[in-house]
């Protein structure tokens, strides 16, 4: 079993500064569910919404790319954009890694449990959500990763076990390991994300898109957006502090400790990857499909899994302008993926 590429010679051309004056942006508060959204028929009547992101500023992928791109379906829904809530990558011909919020959902009752596998069909080899293309093959099992919680995006990261292998032409993506992934980690990095989410304008593609982005600083990233939430917290802060009438020289004080304890969007497993112009970029409903970095030998290795993405201030939604997504970094979970595998 071999998951992971060795290391190549990147070039790393750095990019200017992010920009500090972003467009609007937040956060939802908690990952909301894609098969949910896609399962009770709302992604067809309405369109754009929370659970349904976009691969933005991209372009048609031709037929054969990204071989090992795969698109998670809701069982007994007919293949179509409809029924597509998240996207998948082929690692060895009987699993699939994919985001862990989409397996993972709330219930009625507000507790959260994995999807059971036969809610989950996984089609392989084709570009295109029509009938008759690839091969829709059910899931035997679904692994998360064990500290991955509903309420948060951090280890957004989950395996998914095939009930047979395709019977349809197919590649399967390397990984990185720790040292590799240092490598790809790195301002500048070229970057390409895949998928069938939402595109400019609202509509569900049929055809998959991709949209060449690169890597940023993930310390600038969280600066970002951590000065547009100080934008919104101070509104409220400033009515506290006239309200309890403390002086100007503590009401400094109680706010760099506010803001020094604000935890950061973007953890160490996440990677921040987009354009320092904007508007190129993947968000939720692109979950689970990949991030990969192309090599000097022309093949790719996958760095990232589609986990979140900004959205407007009335959390519906994704700005189109954003300058990034995050990702969860791989590299990070390469013994967890070796070793769900290698015991199921």
């Known amino acids: 079993m071999t998951l992971t590429a060795t290391a190549l010679v990147l070039a790393l051309p750095l990019g200017p500064a992010l920009a500090q004056e972003a467009p609007d942006f937040g956060t939802d508060a908690a990952p909301q569910s894609p098969y949910a959204f896609a399962k009770s028929g709302e992604k067809a009547r309405r369109g754009p919404a929370p659970a349904g992101g976009k691969v933005i500023g991209g372009q048609l992928a031709d037929a054969g790319e990204w071989p090992w791109q795969v698109a998670l379906l809701v069982s007994g829904m007919p293949v179509g954009p409809e029924a597509q809530f998240c996207g998948g990558t082929m690692l060895l011909d009987d699993w699939v890694l994919t985001a862990a ?5 709330e219930d009625e009752l507000g507790d ?3 999807l059971p ?10 570009n295109d959500l029509v009938p008759g293309q690839g091969d829709l093959v059910p899931v035997a099992a679904i692994h998360r990763f064990p500290d991955y919680v509903g309420t948060a995006f951090d280890h957004d990261i989950a ?3 095939l009930a047979r292998a395709p019977q349809v032409p197919f590649a399967t993506i390397t990984v990185p390991d720790a040292e590799f992934g240092d490598q790809l980690d790195q301002p500048g990095v070229a970057t390409i994300v895949t998928g069938w989410g939402l595109i400019e304008g609202g509509q569900h593609p049929t055809s998959l898109y991709e949209t060449e982005i690169q890597m940023l600083d993930r310390a600038q990233c969280n600066a970002a957006m951590l000065e547009v939430r100080a934008d919104e917290a101070v509104k409220g802060f400033g009515y506290a502090i006239g309200a309890f009438g403390i002086a100007e ?3 400094y004080t109680l706010w760099d400790q506010l803001v020094a304890r604000a935890p950061e969007a973007m953890s160490e497993n996440m990677l921040c990857s987009g354009t320092y112009e904007g508007g190129k970029l993947a968000c ?3 979950s689970g499909g990949p991030l990969v970095v192309p090599l000097s030998d022309g093949s790719y290795v996958q760095a990232g899994v589609v986990s979140w993405g900004l959205s407007g201030k009335a959390g519906a939604g994704c700005k189109e302008t954003a300058l990034f997504s995050a990702y969860t970094r791989v590299s990070n979970y390469l013994p967890w993926l070796e070793a769900t595998i290698s015991q199921n």
């Open 101 to 105: 919020h989409c397996v993972h959902m």
């Open 249 to 251: 020289d503590d009401a």
């Open 159 to 161: 395996l998914i076990r």
């Open 284 to 286: 939720s409903g692109d």
């Open 117 to 126: 596998p036969g809610a989950i069909s996984v089609l392989v080899g084709t």
């Open 112 to 114: 959260y449990a994995d």
